[in-house]
């Protein structure tokens, strides 16, 4: 008698063909490489992979996964793919719309409309020939989605708030597939939770934002040998108390590997830079640079730049790399905090991070914005992210375990609120939203009340 087997079909089978074929379920040549996010420590593994080009396509990927009993996941280009690799996604469809991209700028009205998958380089690109500038963040291959969903820091941030405040209109495609569009005067609950609520309410298809009348910047980087750690950390925590909102600057203890890769002043260093922008004039910016410049860094890049070279003086990483963290938002730097800081990670110390940086917050960031969103500002001065490349389980273990120690070495200090682009792990994400968390609640539970939607940091 002949006996055959067969493979029970899986719920998201009935999605293949979507998207032209580009849906990938386990075990298809395509699966691996679909699901591989930007941060490569991630191992993220849904039931189907789907990589939409076009907000019908995302329509017909959500229809086909609600009907097949399966949730959905947003991810652009899974920079902030952390915590979503730590939940269970065997009933999830993750709908990458990377390659769903697109800028229009409309330099009178000082706005771009950019479409769900665009990195911020793009944006960047399409506003500087206009003299214009965007809320981007450090990195420039960061997604404009995940990053203004979860709020968004920048460098402007001091003086023009959190980056989420610069969305005017956002277009979502909602469980039943259709798009749906939220501004100040459509569906204003959902633009409110939208602005800072992550990836909980729809696949995000497009986006409406302002953008900044800056062609260029006063801005760079100064470094100095780790050696120099106490005096530098000292000088910039008394700066940041003083400055004014133009600047906007970050603090980091860093330790390179010797790779032929990196340039010879960064390979096999440990270092100390401060870097940021200064939104004055050349005189007055270089002023209010002179008590660090004084410390006689042994590189000093701070000068005026096209806006566009904004994205690269943080020096983030220009392909994926696996990476973890940690993050904690500290009230204060006073000295004992100082003296903490260094013992994890300053001269005579031996860590596996990469970095800890310290990201001065406070000015517009710190107030809430008039008609904003859930996170319309931070609580805070200060917003630390630990952070070690993990190229093997072993490394993981151990740069997670610097990184926590760095963070609890500042527990007496930290605010216990949290910065949620800056959360890479699986957290409760109550402490991000403070007061607001109910109503962030109530509007997730209004736009989608069958919980389809999966975001890196759940909402429910
Ligand atoms: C090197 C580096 C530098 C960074 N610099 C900064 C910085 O300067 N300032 C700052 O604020 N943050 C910064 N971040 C954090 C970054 O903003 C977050 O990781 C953010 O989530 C990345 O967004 P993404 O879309 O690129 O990533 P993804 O991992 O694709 O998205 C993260 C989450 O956002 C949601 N999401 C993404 N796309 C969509 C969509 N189309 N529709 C609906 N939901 C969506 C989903 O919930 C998703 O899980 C940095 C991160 C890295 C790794």
């Known amino acids: 008698m002949l006996c055959m087997t067969t493979t029970p079909l899986s719920p998201a089978d009935g999605l293949r063909g979507l998207c032209g074929g580009r849906v990938h379920l386990p075990g298809d040549p395509g699966y691996d490489a679909a699901r591989t996010p930007w941060n490569l420590a991630v191992d993220q593994r849904p039931a189907a992979v789907a990589v939409p080009h076009s907000a019908d396509e995302v329509g017909e990927v959500v229809r086909a996964a609600v009907a097949a009993g399966l949730r959905v996941a947003p991810q652009s280009s899974g920079h ?263 013992g994890e990670i300053g001269p005579g110390t031996t860590t596996s991070l990469l970095f800890g940086e310290l990201r001065h917050l406070g000015g517009a960031l710190g107030r809430p914005a008039e008609g904003g969103g859930v996170a319309s500002h931070l609580d805070g001065e200060y917003a630390l992210f630990a952070v070690a490349v993990a190229p093997f389980p072993e490394a993981a273990a151990q740069g997670r375990a610097d990184a926590a120690a760095l963070c609890a070495a500042l527990a007496p200090w930290s605010t216990g609120s949290l910065v949620l682009n800056f959360t890479e792990t699986d957290v409760d994400p109550a402490p991000m939203y403070g007061d607001r968390w109910e109503r962030l609640r109530s509007a997730r539970a209004a736009a989608d009340p069958a919980g389809v939607f999966v975001g890196h940091h759940p909402v429910g």
Do not use: K
Not at 187 to 210: C, S, T, Y
Not at 218 to 233: C, H, K, S, T
Not at 278 to 285: M, Y
């Open 80 to 342: 902030g793919a952390g915590p979503l690799g730590e939940q269970a996604l065997d009933d999830v469809v993750l709908v990458r719309v990377h390659e769903l991209t697109g800028v229009t700028v409309d330099p009178d009205a000082r706005t771009a409309r950019v479409l769900g998958g665009t990195l911020w380089q793009e944006v960047v690109a399409a506003a500087a020939p206009h003299g214009l500038a965007a809320m981007h963040g450090s990195s420039p291959d960061v997604s404009v989605a995940g990053y203004l969903l979860g709020g968004g820091l920048s460098f402007y941030g001091r003086r023009h708030g959190v980056a989420a405040n610069s969305l005017r209109a956002v277009e979502l495609v909602a469980a039943d597939g259709s798009v749906v569009r939220a501004s100040a005067e459509e569906n204003p609950d959902l633009f409110w939770a939208v602005r800072g609520g992550g990836g909980n309410f729809g696949v995000a298809v497009a986006f409406e934002i302002d953008l900044l009348p800056y062609p260029d910047v006063y801005a760079g980087m100064l470094l100095w040998d780790r050696e120099r750690a106490p005096e530098v950390m000292r000088a910039w925590a008394a700066w940041t108390r003083d400055v004014p909102e133009s600047v906007t600057t970050s603090f980091r203890v860093m330790s390179f590997p010797p790779l032929p890769d990196l340039p010879p002043f960064l390979s096999g260093r440990q270092l100390v830079v401060v870097d940021g922008a200064v939104l004055e004039d050349d005189d007055r910016a270089a002023e209010l640079l002179t008590p660090l410049r004084e410390l006689q860094p042994e590189m000093d890049t701070f000068g005026r730049i096209p806006a566009v070279g904004l994205t690269g003086v943080h020096m983030d990483p220009p392909t994926p790399v696996p990476a973890v963290s940690d993050h904690t938002v500290l009230a204060d730097l006073p000295e004992e905090a100082i003296t903490a800081y260094l």
